[in-house]
């Protein structure tokens, strides 16, 4: 916050804490928000994938002359006659690069990879193209599950994080405990299915690049393209002003995104193509699969004697991404000691990558799960447990939490589900039907973490206001939410500004990612809005013709299009008399946004929530319906309710879905997904999704950042997963540790 000036004063509240509907909801409800696939540059051809169906081994032969005879195929790309890269796609040139197969070699890495790219001068031509190369392999035997015999153990997990942490002696601790809880929990693998699948139209010129492609962060974008292709990054131009969906697996770009690009170099002409549904199963990523050892043990008194997590995932053989999912309890629950620990097997898959809430997810539903269990070993409520164990600090860094409104949270969801008054023991309360109804409750937890973003703001003499800067909306509400925050940091209404976002061209605004984006380009526009208040400002007090002349100690305050002194705020002028006055068009000021390393070093941040669940399961048949879901989130500032409570209730759809729905079935002798589509790929569809409620509590944090607000889009899966896994226990007494839960383990 170094730009803010101290005596310039912006009034907040004007935008900031509106429910306001999207500003592109319109656009989007009537067809004409453009998403990538919807640009057709002209002359542009499209291109069709084709994949490999074996896991491992080598590419043959493809009948290239029978795609090429095809009417309408103009081309067919295989590694024979694919353009030059000026680096290795292979080469780890930094944490968030991950390798990716653009027809470099003939070797097959995972079923669904890449083989070769058909591409003519209509989509079923492309379509047909493909189909036509038949390919033949040279197949090689496969691992494809987490008994693989090669395991290892990772140095990091996720992007950075150590794969071994802990403190205390959890065995000493294990050994003195009254009650002991030792279960192993699995998780399947998932696919990021959002609604639009990866998308790219590449138009080359000379040795620049348009691009329409969606992306969660276009700097990174920008920056691995243009070192896959040696050329500038500001050759690169890319426009993603929608996505259809990221979930992580838009955050770095992807190989069948380079692909794109490479047809349309090979071509000469701009080049669609779009990811069918399947081939969105292999290269861009997914949640690996987790098996996770927990022990916990605890005293008389229901107090933690010790906590240990251990993870066994899995990542690709040719590159490393660790799923980190024991970093739940770093912080969750306090024990006297506590132990996380990972390892890994190689499998024949495409590489694992984030996928929302990457780690806390599958980690919450196995803890949240056993700490259910040790409730009900200890005789107590569940609630009653939690509370019990309740982390005053953060366990394993010991730092005070910035703000942490947990009991609230507890407090204010139990009241509202009715949760006093449940019964300790499963299997005691039916409804009208005969169904058997269990209730279940789960902590949900999410970092609250900021990148790096810039941002640029504007102030014009005819009195609008233009904010700008490369922000992403995947649907979270970043057109509106980041526009709420600019508006209030340039002291304008809403509609006296223009906000721009989504384009590489304009200020790098960081990665929409780790529920960080709101945070980090809010600072950003915030501090840019005060830099260019501030230069206004000392226009004005400079000035003996204008009211604002000598205000210098007291300040001023900005709002509603004018600076107003701070000591009369009778008195004042609008910026565009100011500007007028200077002979300047307009004024600008730049900002950025990112975590202050003095509130990292002093205080553990995270978002908060507690969530109840109901759920009703068919005593004969075991067919499980979760009915009521209650979270109470408290997470810092609220932009916009409205669009929280749309975080929220997504984020607990995504929950019911992990605990019941979603898994990528793998055949493990030919390492392929067998269900990779949405027919069978099970995702809530509107009949699954309960009644929802997201309650708001109230928390000021005055550490996370300046503005207070801590991320909300990856927290509502966490907590809610395990709350509903514990209520179907609740309901039938049958405790299933293999998610989703299948109604054959119930009846
Ligand atoms: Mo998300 S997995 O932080 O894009």
Redo the contacts with the bound molecule.
């Keep these: 916050m170094a730009e803010t000036a101290s005596a310039t004063h912006v009034r907040h509240g004007s935008s900031i804490g509106q429910p306001l509907t999207r500003r592109d909801g319109v656009l989007k409800v009537t067809g004409q928000a453009r998403y990538a696939a919807d640009n057709h540059p002209p002359g542009m051809l499209h291109a069709a994938l084709a994949v490999s169906s074996i896991a491992r081994g080598r590419v043959t032969a493809l009948d290239i002359a029978a795609a090429r005879a095809h009417p309408g195929v103009v081309e067919v790309m295989t590694p024979a006659n694919r353009p030059p890269l000026a680096l290795d796609p292979d080469a780890k040139t930094g944490p968030f690069v991950f390798r990716m197969e653009v027809l470099q070699d003939d070797r097959v890495r995972y079923a669904g990879q890449p083989i070769a790219v058909v591409i003519a001068e209509t989509l079923e031509a492309a379509t047909e193209g493909a189909a036509l190369l038949a390919p033949r392999y040279a197949a090689e035997p496969v691992e494809a599950g987490l008994d693989a015999a090669d395991v290892f153990v990772p140095e990091m997990v996720g992007p950075g994080a150590p794969a071994r942490e802990g403190y205390g002696d959890v065995e000493a601790g294990l050994a003195a405990a009254a009650r002991r809880v030792e279960a192993v929990y699995e998780t399947p693998a998932q696919y990021h299915n959002a609604m639009e699948p990866h998308a790219v139209v590449a138009a080359w010129e000379g040795d620049r690049l348009t691009l329409d492609t969606p992306s969660?962060g276009l700097a990174w974008a920008q920056d691995r393209i243009a070192g896959l292709f040696g050329l500038p990054p500001e050759n690169i131009h890319i426009r993603s002003p929608f996505l259809g969906g990221?979930?992580?697996s838009?955050?770095v770009i992807s190989g069948p995104q380079v692909l794109g690009i490479l047809a349309a170099r090979l071509v000469g002409r701009p080049v669609k193509l779009v990811l069918r549904r399947e081939q969105m199963y292999g290269p861009v990523g997914h949640r690996a699969p987790t098996r996770q050892r927990l022990r916990i043990g605890a005293g008389e008194d229901g107090g933690l004697t010790a906590l240990d997590h251990q993870v066994r995932t899995a990542t690709s053989r040719f590159d490393d991404f660790i799923e980190p999912a024991g970093s739940v309890s770093h912080t969750l629950y306090a024990a006297p000691a506590i132990a996380i620990g990972y390892d890994a097997v190689r499998l024949d898959t495409g590489t694992p990558l984030?996928?929302?809430?990457?780690g806390e997810a599958s980690g919450s539903i196995a803890l949240e799960s056993a700490i259910d269990e040790m409730a009900l070993a200890c005789g107590m409520d569940p609630l009653e447990f939690r509370l019990r164990n309740y982390a005053e600090v953060e366990p394993i860094s010991g730092k005070p939490f910035s703000s942490k409104a947990l009991r609230d949270c507890y407090a204010q969801g139990a009241a509202r589900f009715g949760w006093a008054g449940r019964p300790l023991q499963p299997r005691q309360m039916r409804d009208e039907n005969g169904l058997l109804v269990g209730w279940g409750m789960g902590t949900a937890t999410f970092p609250a973490l900021m990148f790096h973003g810039q941002a640029r703001a504007v102030l014009r003499r005819d009195g609008t206001g233009l904010a700008e800067l490369g922000a992403q909306d995947m649907g979270q509400g970043a057109w509106t939410a980041l526009a709420q925050l600019a508006a209030d940091s340039m002291g304008l209404e809403l509609d006296q500004l223009e906000f721009r976002a989504g384009d590489s061209r304009l200020p790098d605004a960081g990665?929409?990612?780790?529920?960080a984006h709101t945070a980090t380009a809010g600072a950003a526009l915030h501090n840019a809005g005060a830099e260019v208040i501030a230069r206004l400002a000392e226009l004005a007090m400079a000035d003996r013709r204008s009211p604002l002349f000598g205000a210098g100690n007291a300040g001023v305050v900005a709002r509603g299009g004018s600076l107003l002194r701070r000591d009369d705020e009778s008195r004042g002028e609008s910026y565009g008399e100011i500007l007028a006055r200077a002979g300047l068009e307009e004024i600008e000021g730049r900002g950025s946004g990112a975590m202050d390393p003095a509130v990292q070093e002093h205080y553990a941040t995270h978002a908060h929530g507690a969530v109840f669940a109901e759920v009703k399961v068919d005593p004969e048949l075991g067919q499980i319906r979760a009915t009521r879901l209650v979270g109470a989130f408290a997470a810092g500032r609220i932009v916009n309710p409205r669009l929280v409570r749309s975080q929220y209730y997504g984020g607990m759809i995504w929950g019911v879905s992990f605990a019941l729905h979603e898994q990528a079935v793998m055949d493990k002798r030919t390492g392929r997904v067998m269900n990779a589509n949405l027919g069978e790929y099970h995702v809530p569809v509107n009949a699954d999704v309960p009644s929802l409620e997201a309650i708001l509590v109230d928390e000021v944090d005055p550490h996370v950042n300046p503005l207070g607000i801590k991320g909300v889009?990856?927290i509502g899966i966490t907590g809610t997963a395990g709350a509903v896994a514990n209520a179907v226990w609740h309901a039938t007494g049958v405790r299933v540790r293999r998610f989703p839960i299948a109604l054959e383990e119930l009846a």
């Design positions: 969660q990221g979930f992580g838009k955050g984030f996928m929302r809430a990457p990665i929409a990612g780790g529920s889009g990856e």
